[in-house]
């Protein structure tokens, strides 16, 4: 295990062409030496009476036939020779890399293993993912993504030592073997260095790619004794890490495993649930905290699961988002959503905006403009009724193209809110820029307003910016009379929580509409 990562396998290719060589040397001596016994044999009938010139050219044919034939032959067993060489490479490397492939990953850690209990040292497996590769693939093709998994690959080499192997798994997917550690932390800094060097733009095809990584770490002994339970224990680690914010890595913990089977019993299920019916969406009304009149709601995605009950979003829109269900899923609600707003206006309930919360996939999905238009003549909803809900990290991660779609929303006439304000990192020069009619303070901020005084500063301020730009301010997760009380005081115009009604039913939201005015109101 001394030779160099995507190395070893040109290295045996390299030691095996050289046996050929040799091979062929060998052969080429013999045949020489046949040639030349032969000649000699003919040299002699020359000389002997009695032999006829015929019988002479007849053996000098005879001769120079069979040497034809001979080197024939040693070129046929040449090509075979080099064919089963190639094969044996490609069995063992991944073709659009170049990097050992599964099996011969599995070959190498097999090894590894032995040594490492017989040696008493520790070995570390990295499990990465990249971040986001599948909107690369379907945005830019598939020749741009296979161009970006080659520059990942030549720039994870160059993040490991001689003895490390890094293998391609498969897709977005490579499993590093790091063969001998003294420490956990070695492990760390390995992926550490490895989320640096992948974050670097890649240039690819005139496109600047920023692109991230999850990676997972499982460590020998203590994660697994195998081959298979490492990877696996790794590749868990990484879905966590995923969890974590992406661009992270984290280690194995056991109690990661009972949350891995549940997770994928839930994409499995997942993946039936739009066919088989089971969302439902609830809605939570938006008060002007002036008037104390419903002035929107917002649509909020639950899963009646068929065992297991009404499901939160956090139980499975981070998983849907992972596995891209998510647009699907997404598709559906804009619709529900809107038909239902439809609905309420023809039944003559009072004109309120929708708002619809939009994920980064979504959003950034080729269709989304259209599928939003197509969803809104459909429904005969007035764009001007709708609101898309857009976090932090959707608008500002790609700031420039974000602002050409935010652009013609506001042109369709589309409302467009900033979720979960003050958890992301927005840049204050795009938000006056980006056409942003709401600001939603997150409710983290809001829930300690009374108690914490920097909370209650970073309420105040975003109050007092988004006024400055002209935009409205909703407060989120309004649960007390005196979190109201000191919302006016700092004329924040909207509230939405508990204080003013939970999420509830469409039915139960028609009798809120009818009233007008939220259940709860401080007098
Ligand atoms: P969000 O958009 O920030 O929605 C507000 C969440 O806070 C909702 O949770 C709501 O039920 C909850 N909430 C409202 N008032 C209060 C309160 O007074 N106190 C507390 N503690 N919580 C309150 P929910 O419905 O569980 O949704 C969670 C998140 O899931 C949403 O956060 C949103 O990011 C996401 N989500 C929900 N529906 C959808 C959807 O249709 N599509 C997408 N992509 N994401 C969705
Ligand atoms: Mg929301
Ligand atoms: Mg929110």
């Not at 009380?485 to 039913?505: I, K, M, S, T």
Request: overall charge negative.
């Amino acid at each position: 295990m001394d030779d160099k990562a995507a190395g070893p396998g040109r290295e045996k290719l390299a030691a095996a062409r050289e046996e050929a060589v040799g091979l062929r040397e060998k052969a080429a001596d013999v045949r020489e030496e046949t040639v030349d016994t032969r000649e000699r044999g003919i040299r002699a009938a020359e000389m002997t009476q009695g032999t006829s010139d015929d019988q002479i050219s007849m053996l000098r044919q005879a001769n120079a036939q069979l040497v034809i034939a001979t080197i024939e032959a040693h070129k046929l067993a040449e090509q075979v020779q080099t064919a089963k060489i190639e094969l044996d490479h490609l069995a063992h490397h991944d073709v659009l890399t170049g990097l050992p492939n599964r099996i011969l990953m599995n070959d190498r850690l097999a090894q590894a293993l032995a040594l490492a209990r017989r040696s008493g040292k520790q070995l570390a497996v990295l499990f990465m993912d990249l971040d986001r590769f599948k909107h690369i693939n379907d945005s830019l093709g598939h020749t741009v993504g296979d161009q970006l998994l080659q520059s990942v690959s030549q720039r994870l080499l160059g993040c490991v030592r001689q003895s490390d192997t890094i293998s391609r798994q498969g897709g977005d997917e490579f499993v590093t073997l790091l063969p001998d550690i003294d420490h956990p932390e070695d492990a760390a800094l390995s992926a550490q260095k490895m989320l640096m060097t992948i974050a670097l733009p890649h240039l690819i095809d005139q496109h600047d790619l920023h692109i991230g990584a999850s990676i997972g770490i499982s460590i020998y002994p203590e994660d697994g004794l195998d081959a298979e339970t490492l990877i696996k224990h790794a590749d868990t680690a990484m879905f966590h890490a995923k969890d974590n914010g992406r661009n992270s890595y984290a280690f194995f913990e056991q109690e990661m495993t009972a949350r891995a089977i549940a997770r994928q019993t839930i994409e499995a299920s997942l993946r039936l649930a739009l066919e088989r019916q089971e969302f439902v969406l609830h809605y939570q009304p938006k008060i002007n905290l002036l008037s104390g009149m419903i002035v929107g709601i917002e649509a909020l995605v639950r899963w009646q699961h068929p065992q297991r009950g009404l499901l939160e979003p956090a139980e499975f829109v981070p998983i849907a988002e992972d596995c891209g269900l998510i647009l699907p899923i997404g598709r559906w609600v804009l619709r529900e959503a809107c038909l239902q707003a439809r609905a309420w206006q023809d039944a003559g309930l009072p004109l309120i905006t929708i708002a619809v919360n939009t994920s980064a996939l979504e959003f950034r999905a080729g269709d989304f403009l259209e599928y939003l238009r197509a969803t809104l003549d459909e429904s005969r909803l007035e764009p001007r009724y709708l609101e898309l809900e857009l976090t932090e990290s959707i608008l500002m991660r790609d700031a420039a193209s974000a602002d050409s779609v935010l652009h013609a929303l506001a042109d369709l006439g589309v409302k467009l809110a900033v979720d979960d304000f003050g958890t992301g990192y927005s840049s204050l020069s795009y938000l006056r820029q980006f056409p942003i009619n709401t600001l939603k303070i997150d409710q983290s901020f809001v829930n300690q307003i009374t108690r914490n005084p920097d909370d209650a500063a970073i309420v105040s301020a975003v109050i007092g910016m988004g006024k400055s730009l002209r935009q409205l301010v909703i407060a989120e997760g309004v649960e007390t009379a005196e979190q109201v009380a000191f919302l006016l005081a700092q004329h924040c115009d909207e509230g939405q929580g508990y204080f003013f009604g939970r999420p509830v039913g469409a039915a139960a939201l028609a009798i809120l509409l009818q009233a007008g005015v939220a259940p709860a109101l401080p007098d």
